[in-house]
């Protein structure tokens, strides 16, 4: 689903609110089988409750005067494959719009195939890390690392700048001022490249590798500006919630009687909803959950990624972010050393979850009775400590939570 413009939905969204805030805010009575404090936990879940992704101050280019021009300027970078090291691979290759802006795949696939499964980015701009494993702080930042990385995209910065002069010159001097001069530079160079692009890059001089650095930084930025336009409309779970916390005795048939019995499991018994909570059907944090590793090595997963977050040249504290250091809060009180965190990854939103096989982050579950029979059983974790436990479903149980998942697929709306 397209919209003209995002005014429209904000309207619309700030309409819906403020009728279940206010249906939240009575005094719940049971209504559809439901008691007063379970229609407040669902009210909870509408997608009418996330209300607009928070300010980055990171990032100037999200906000007014320029923040339409960044998007647009990041819609066009997000699907341009010249941003590549074999110009086969855009943004859009692995976050493909027509899938729910990921890629089906069981692990990420670009120049070659990584370790694993590529998140979606709808609704990532509500995050505070990014990444399974958490390893980046800002939606910006998280847009870098694929760019560079030699499974994924397979380019350098250098390269990457002399595409933005040559091509997107206007738009990108329009809101992050004039282009540094690439003259004498190297054609490609970068950190990361090659081993003769990382020994051109060491070569220049300190100001030129942060002029390129700093283009870099925001070609980021203008992707995280427009990856911000992308949102959810409302799912059939949406839907029933709104009717239930209205009383519309017209509405509750949005779903049938086994899905309703799969929404009790989700928010009872099968403790779904401790993790998968909110209007994302995420908490944002990191568990683990004795999910098996691909190879014989078990993945460390948070607790491998904290020091790459504090040592990232483009993290909210870095000479690229737009903040000031007291903004810088999420990073700067960051826990280390957290036992819990080991072979921890993030809890993942499960908004269009149905249609998003295969699972976990590896894709080591293929489908979704997978996934059920996982939490069911709740094996030992092969590093860390798993913090499930068995659930003990039913049969009918289990399919009722099957048939209730495949209820929250929701549209992707996408400002023109």
């Known amino acids: 689903m397209k919209i003209n413009t995002m005014a429209r939905l904000a309207l619309v969204m700030l309409a819906l609110t403020t009728?279940?805030?206010?249906?939240?805010?009575a005094d719940l009575k049971a209504f559809d089988g439901w008691s007063g404090g379970e229609i407040?936990?669902?009210?909870?879940?509408?997608i009418r409750r996330l209300g607009a992704a928070p300010a980055d101050p990171s990032n100037a280019a999200e906000a007014a005067p320029v923040a339409a021009t960044a998007a647009a300027l990041g819609k066009q970078l997000f699907f341009d494959k010249r941003l590549s090291g074999n110009g086969q691979v855009a943004c859009a290759s692995c976050h493909a719009p027509e899938r729910q802006f990921q890629d089906?795949?069981?692990r990420g696939r670009g120049i070659g195939e990584g370790m694993r499964r590529t998140m979606p980015v709808?609704?990532?701009g509500h995050a505070a890390f990014l990444f399974w494993d958490g390893r980046k702080d800002s939606l910006w930042s998280q847009a870098l690392g694929p760019l560079e990385d030699p499974l994924e995209h397979g380019g350098n910065r250098m390269a990457y700048a002399r595409t933005?002069?040559?091509?997107?010159?206007?738009?990108?001097?329009?809101?992050f001022g004039k282009m540094p001069s690439l003259d004498g530079l190297p054609p490609a160079a970068g950190p990361s490249g090659n081993p003769s692009q990382q020994a051109a890059w060491a070569g220049l001089p300190a100001q030129r590798r942060e002029d390129v650095s700093r283009v870099f930084a925001n070609i980021g930025k203008a992707i995280a500006a427009y990856e911000k336009t992308l949102g959810f409309g409302p799912s059939r779970l949406d839907r029933y919630i709104e009717a239930v916390a209205t009383r519309n005795e017209?509405?509750?048939?949005a779903l049938d009687k086994q899905e309703k019995a799969g929404l009790r499991v989700f928010i009872g018994k099968g403790r779904c909803v401790t993790c998968h909570n909110g209007p994302l059907l995420t908490d944002q944090h990191f568990h683990n959950t004795g999910i098996p590793a691909i190879s014989g090595k078990p993945d460390p997963g948070r607790s491998g990624a904290i020091t790459k977050l504090l040592r990232d040249e483009f993290n909210c504290l870095g000479k690229f972010s737009d903040a000031r250091p007291e903004q810088c809060e999420e990073l700067r009180f960051l826990a280390t050393g957290d036992p819990a965190m080991v072979s921890a990854f993030k809890t993942p939103g499960l908004r269009g979850v149905a249609a998003r096989m295969p699972y976990m982050h590896a894709g080591q579950k293929a489908t979704l009775r997978d996934v059920v029979a996982h939490y069911d059983k709740a094996p030992d974790a092969a590093l860390g400590h798993s913090e499930l436990r068995p659930l003990g479903l039913t049969p009918a149980e289990i399919e009722a939570l099957l048939k209730f998942l495949e209820t929250l697929a929701s549209p992707i709306l996408q400002a023109e």
């Open 164 to 175: 933005i002069a040559a091509h997107y010159r206007p738009g990108y001097e329009a809101i």
């Open 122 to 124: 709808v609704g990532a």
């Open 19 to 25: 009728t279940l805030v206010l249906a939240a805010a």
């Open 104 to 106: 089906s795949l069981p």
């Open 250 to 253: 017209a509405g509750i048939d």
């Open 40 to 46: 407040s936990l669902l009210s909870s879940l509408h």
